[in-house]
């Protein structure tokens, strides 16, 4: 269950209770915000009242969309994929559950299930500053049957715009079976390659990471 939440001249209110993408629509255009009203608009999002801190809000298209916390399947999986990127990235370089980063560009602001940022791009204070996409190296995303359609369209669309240049989308309810869909090369809001596999194989990261994730245990 998902709950989205638009901000109109200074209004918030609930829209809707279940987000769905549209598929090809969610693909072909979205909102752009001038400045000052996407300023506003996360103002609002940094002084939400959520229910606990396992909720994350994100804004996706003008709407805030409020997501409970997932369960252990998802958890589990979440947890390998950060052991194996700690074994391997730089010291300077952080593994986030918990960070936004922002698409302004396309009025987008995401909490990714995993992101990897250097630690020189965070924000000074403990402000819920978001961290601009583009100073990201890889965000990673493990779909929920609620919001599946939201990491495969919107999330694979803002990412790109964002300039984020390694998106790593774990769908465990693919249609056909669960995989794992690494994207690459973003240019013009669009991933220019993609490399999928089915659980159980792996799956190699490019530089700046050089290594291969193993899926079997997804």
Not at 23 to 43: H, I, K, N, Y
Not at 57 to 62: D, F, G, P
Not at 130 to 137: E, F, I, N, S, T
Request: overall charge negative.
């Amino acid at each position: 269950m998902t709950r989205a939440i638009t901000e109109l001249s200074g209004v918030v209110s609930t829209v809707c209770d279940e987000i769905d993408t549209g598929g090809d629509r969610a693909m072909t255009a979205a909102p752009v915000l001038p400045r000052s009203t996407w300023d506003e608009l996360v103002q609002v999002w940094q002084n939400l009242d959520l229910p606990n801190n396992g909720w994350r809000a994100e804004i996706i298209e003008e709407s805030i969309v409020m997501t409970p916390p997932p369960g252990y399947g998802h958890n589990v999986i979440a947890d390998r994929v950060h052991r194996a990127l700690a074994r391997v990235i730089p010291e300077n370089w952080g593994i986030f559950q918990t960070a936004a980063v922002e698409i302004p560009l396309r009025s987008n602001l995401f909490i990714p299930d995993l992101v990897v940022i250097p630690m020189d791009a965070l924000p000074s204070d403990d402000d819920p500053v978001p961290v601009p996409a583009g100073r990201a190296l890889l965000a990673v995303e493990i779909t929920s049957k609620s919001n599946a359609n939201r990491d495969r369209n919107e999330k694979l669309w803002g990412y790109a715009h964002g300039g984020v240049p390694l998106f790593l989308l774990i769908d465990r309810f693919a249609k056909d079976e669960p995989s794992v869909t690494l994207y690459s090369g973003p240019s013009d809001g669009r991933y220019r390659f993609q490399h999928k596999v089915p659980f159980g194989e792996p799956i190699a990261l490019p530089e700046p990471f050089d290594f291969t994730l193993e899926t079997k245990e997804f």
